[in-house]
């Protein structure tokens, strides 16, 4: 899929047998519905790809990693079925990258917000840099981190996943982010970072992908039931994005951004 910094795009590259998987949106890597779905088909298509033996997943730009769900898009949803159908991207994401059987490095360059945090949770191991800071602002505006819930409890546990989704507006560094299990690693650089990524990508590109499937599958144990529980979560998102608090709350916020 070729770049268009104007929209936003998705596309993926392998080398060496090390797909890097790259999401962008100038919106600060928000994501609408077409680059979930997108970005869900790339991490199918690379995990039975036979020539990738370990993934890395990243976001363009400089400044934020992924900004979550899509404001623009939000406010034009019109009834549950759309609301419905614009969250279950999440879950179609998280879920690709549950399923797949191959490694998936996460190059964490900046904030995470939202489902930026929840992609963070689902890759199988987060690099960062110092400057990552993490929040779960869904509760500020009324919908609530249920797709996303899973994968970043799973990560960090109930305690601090809890602490993230009550106080929606207090930013965790990426120290907080580390010491919760959320980053493996948090780099002084991007310089840095990117050199851990290349000699663990590089490792793992040259370790048996039948043995890092099957560790896969006992790193996400327990999780069969997601493809029906994130499509609840969607559900219960779909249906609170409607409310009228939702819509002042992402109204204020956009003019706020704007202003």
Partial sequence: MSKDVINGYV???????????????PQSNSLPHRLLSALAHEIHTAGIDRDTHVIVLRSGGERAFCAGASFDELTQIENKEKGYQFFSGFAEVINAMRKCPKMIIGRIHGKCVGGGVGLAAAVDYAIAVDGAEIKLSELAIGIGPFVVGPAVQRKIGLSAFSQLSIDATMWRNADWARRKGLFAECHPSAESMDESIRRLSHQLSHSSPETMHEMKKVFWQGTDDWDELLAKRAEISGRLVLSHFTKEAISKFKTKATS
């Fill in 11 to 25: 596309t993926a590259e392998t080398h060496n047998h090390i797909t890097t998987i790259e999401f962008f949106h």
